[in-house]
């Protein structure tokens, strides 16, 4: 697999932080989803570790993150009127 990859131009890692952010953002979008659950999902033992690679990604902590987009779509959805034409 990894001469395949190597050949294709593609690094392991670098697909598996692709598929991490992915999840990341899913898992956030869930406001059911403790930020420590979500850590435990990305397959951080520790949340401290799981802050700090979040902030490196997108540039603000999973806290602060998640109070803006999580608000933000809920308020995009809410006057949707349920996406019902």
Known sequence: MQRQLSESG?????LVNHARRDLAV???????FSLGRVAVLL?????SSFTRWFK???????AIWR????KQQHHN?????????
């Open 10 to 14: 593609e690094i392991f890692s670098d």
């Open 26 to 32: 899913r898992y956030m979008e869930n406001p059911n």
């Open 43 to 47: 397959g951080y033992s520790m949340p």
């Open 56 to 62: 490196a990604e997108f540039g603000e902590s999973p």
């Open 67 to 70: 109070k803006a987009h999580v």
């Open 77 to 85: 959805t809410a006057g949707s009127g349920g996406g019902l034409p």
